[in-house]
Structure formats: structure tokens, C-alpha cells
């Protein structure tokens, strides 16, 4: 997980977008932190993530990445601890699910899903 700027912390900011590989194992925690914070989690086909990772040749704390049976398992790690996540907070956890192989992100940023995302981090004042 990435540091938060000050401004961020203060509430300045309505959305934090952070996409690092082990954001996950940090789910708990940033629900403790944040009791208003909502997560969307955006879970891609099996094959297209773990090859895009194993060909990412990532330098350091990503070890999992440089064998394809540990990225496997990673990947279903991930599934198992964000599904067990959703079952104890489902308002506050947006499963998100994109099965087609490939996609980009402007597919994304410019689709129907884009539009369930934000909907669903909408922030009242």
C-alpha cells in the first residue's frame, strides 16, 4: 500500500486509486483506518493476470511473479482472502469481475463498469 500524501489523509481528496499487486493483504486494515472507506476490487481473467505478471519481470517483493504454479497460487490466494473480505464488510467491498481476456483500461475507464465503480465510491457531504 502505497503512503498517503496529507492531503489525502485530511479528506481533500474523495478517491484514492492505488493498483499495487499486494494492496489486498491490506483490505482489513484499511477498513479499520478508514471506517467510511469503500474498496473496489477488480479481479481479471486467471491467465491474462498471471501472464501479464510473470512477463512484468517485477524487481523485488514479488517473488511469486517468476514461477507460474506460485503466481497460480497467488492468484487464488487473492480470490479466497477478497471473497472472505466481502462476506464480513459488503457494502464497503465492490467485487468487480472482468472475464473477457485482454481487456484494456481504457475498456474500463470509458464502460458500463466504469460507471458501477463510481457509483458505488460515491462520496456524500
Not at 479481479?43 to 517483493?61: A, E, M, P, V, Y
Not at 480470490?79 to 468487480?96: A, H, N
Not at 481476456?101 to 460507471?115: K, T
Amino acid at each position: 500500500m502505497r503512503w498517503l500524501s496529507l492531503n489525502e489523509v485530511k479528506g481533500e481528496n474523495d478517491r484514492i486509486v492505488d493498483k499495487h499487486l499486494l494492496d489486498f493483504v491490506f483490505v482489513g486494515l484499511i477498513f479499520l483506518m478508514f471506517p467510511h472507506a469503500r474498496i473496489v476490487h477488480t479481479i481479471r481473467n486467471l491467465l491474462d493476470t498471471c501472464l501479464s505478471c510473470f512477463l512484468q519481470n517485477f524487481t523485488k517483493g514479488q517473488d511469486y511473479s517468476f514461477d507460474l504454479r506460485a503466481l497460480g497460487q497467488f492468484y487464488n490466494d487473492n480470490r479466497r482472502l477478497m471473497s472472505y473480505s466481502k462476506s464480513l464488510s459488503p457494502s464497503r467491498l465492490l467485487l468487480t469481475v472482468i472475464r473477457r481476456v485482454g481487456v484494456r483500461f481504457s475498456d474500463i475507464l470509458f464502460g458500463s463498469v466504469f460507471e458501477v465503480m463510481l457509483g458505488f465510491t460515491a462520496v456524500s457531504r
